[in-house]
């Protein structure tokens, strides 16, 4: 079957922009994380949806981001007033259920803000 | 807190093993995990181990958990130059239960031939 897929695969964008970025996460999982990872580094955690819900929103950064996945599949990450510090490879990951379970990670979007 | 740490580099000849080190420092960490990651391609998990355990093996990969010392690492056999990635080490804990993974910063494998 699919895996996780994100579009798009680059999106480039000048400084003050909004950004919606999209995750189609494998189906019938319930689970769905976004993740950041910006050069050189890990990828950071972002935000976690179970089901249509954020269960754990810890990770943005502040209230220029912000996800939502309205009916429990699609997910869209949205970034308001671009900086050129959100530059980064923004992943999407799905599992089945959750804890526990094997994440699934989508090629990424790659941001970049000029 | 919970902080994942990794060398950054390993350079080793074809046919040679690799051992990548890694560090945690939550001692609630359930699952650590091993995931690979190659140019314009997403995360690929390697393997993972439960905390419980010591050591897992799982074909040319083992991965050993030094749990007193919050030490993992990854024993790739006869290293191929289809290895050369990058390696991150991540952690999941029992203080979350969401599931959400903390990654070290990654240690690049350059496998010469």
């Known amino acids: 079957g699919a895996g996780v897929s994100q579009t798009p695969s680059n999106k480039v964008t000048e400084k003050g922009k909004y950004v919606e970025l999209r995750c189609d996460p494998i189906s019938g999982h319930t689970a769905l994380y976004w993740y950041r990872q910006s050069l050189g580094q890990g990828p950071e955690f972002l935000i976690y949806f179970q089901g249509t819900g954020a269960a754990d929103d810890s990770g943005l950064p502040n209230d220029r981001f912000f996800a939502v996945r309205p009916e429990g599949s699609v997910s869209t990450l949205k970034i308001q007033r671009t900086e050129r510090g959100d530059s980064a490879v923004y992943l999407c990951?799905?599992?089945?259920?959750?804890?526990?379970?094997?994440?699934?990670f989508g090629p990424g979007t790659r941001l970049t803000v000029l | 807190g919970e902080d994942v740490e990794q060398s950054l580099f390993l350079s080793v000849r074809e046919g040679d093993s690799s051992v990548i080190n890694c560090t945690y420092t939550d001692s609630s960490s359930t699952y650590l995990y091993w995931y690979k990651q190659e140019p314009g391609a997403g995360l690929q998990l390697l393997t993972y181990i439960f905390s419980n355990m010591d050591m897992k093996q799982d074909q040319r990969l083992t991965v050993l958990l030094n749990k007193k010392d919050k030490h993992l690492s990854l024993r790739i056999a006869d290293t191929q130059t289809g290895d050369s990635a990058i390696y991150f080490c991540a952690e999941s804990t029992s203080s979350s239960n969401t599931g959400k993974l903390i990654f070290g910063q990654g240690t690049t494998l350059q496998v010469k031939p």
């Open positions: 990951a799905s599992s089945l259920s959750g804890r526990y379970n094997e994440q699934f």
